[in-house]
Structure formats: structure tokens, C-alpha cells
């Protein structure tokens, strides 16, 4: 279990940083933003997907299981 802490919160500082990434350059380059607020924002984001890293890849996971589950439902179905 700690394992998986630990690889959901580096997937999610990943995430975050590539969505941090993106918040910073599509919106430091536009006029009348307040780049202080901007960064903060870029910020949060970045450690809010550290911090619920793991339980988005434990939803991640849980939806992959259930819809091969459910596709594999539907398939003996088809007689």
C-alpha cells in the first residue's frame, strides 16, 4: 500500500507539473493578468495533483478494471 502512495504521488507530480507548465505559458503572455495570481494558481494546481496523486490513480485504476469488466459482461451477451 505504500507503494502505491508513493507511485500515485509521482504520477501526480508529474501531471502537475506538465498542468502547472501549461497554466504558465498560456497565461503569462496575455496583458491585463496579474502574474503573481497566475503563478500562485500554476502553484496550487501542481500541488494539489501531488497531494491527490495517488487517488486519482487509484479512480484511474478502478474505472480500467470496471470497464473491461463491463465489456467483457456485454460480449457473452452477444449470442
Same mark, same amino acid.
Given at each position: ?37 497566475? $503563478?500562485?494558481?500554476?502553484?496550487? $494546481?501542481?500541488?494539489?495533483?501531488? $497531494? ?12 480500467? $478494471? ?14
Amino acid at each position: 500500500m505504500g507503494d502505491f502512495i508513493w507511485i500515485g504521488t509521482a504520477i501526480g507530480t508529474a501531471i502537475g507539473l506538465l498542468n502547472m507548465l501549461f497554466i504558465l505559458s498560456s497565461r503569462l503572455g496575455q496583458t491585463g493578468l496579474n502574474q503573481a495570481k497566475t $503563478v500562485w494558481q500554476g502553484l496550487w $494546481v501542481w500541488a494539489l495533483w501531488t $497531494v491527490f496523486g495517488a487517488y486519482v490513480l487509484a479512480l484511474w485504476l478502478l474505472g480500467v $478494471v470496471l470497464l473491461s469488466f463491463s465489456r467483457f459482461l456485454r460480449r457473452g451477451t452477444e449470442v
